[in-house]
Nanobody, 118 residues
Framework: VHLHESGGGSVQPGGSLRLNCQVFVRVDRIEKVGWFRQAPGREREVVATIGWGKFGKFYSDSVKGRFTISKDILETEVTLQMNNLQLQDSGTYYC????????????WGQGTQVTVSS
């Protein structure tokens, strides 16, 4: 499994960004893809996840109602639409895949930077 993120950038509070994660699967099956973020000096946290089969969608309380996770019909791209961005949403966002659908997520992308500042 290989993951590649894109779409980060800088916005003002209240703005929107769209992150994309391209999922390249050769042989291994995956059951879940998630977006995680890490801000300087803070631990990495889960933002949202989406299942490939029996697993549905999950959002952390901090982004619920503002962010939307989705995948394309071919299941080769996972998108995180981020609206009404706030200062605390800044950080490096990572896409990750889980083969079992449970922690830990074994495969990780290189990350993309999101900066929210006024």
């Amino acid at each position: 499994v290989h993951l590649h993120e894109s779409g980060g950038g800088s916005v003002q509070p209240g703005g929107s960004l769209r992150l994309n994660c391209q999922v390249f699967v050769r042989v291994d099956r995956i059951e879940k893809v998630g977006w995680f973020r890490q801000a300087p000096g803070r631990e990495r946290e889960v933002v949202a996840t989406i299942g490939w089969g029996k697993f549905g969608k999950f959002y952390s309380d901090s982004v619920k109602g503002r962010f939307t996770i989705s995948k394309d019909i071919l299941e080769t791209e996972v998108t995180l639409q981020m609206n009404n961005l706030q200062l605390q949403d800044s950080g490096t966002y990572y896409c990750a895949a889980s083969k079992s659908g449970w922690e830990p997520f074994e495969e990780w992308g290189q990350g993309t930077q999101v900066t929210v500042s006024s």
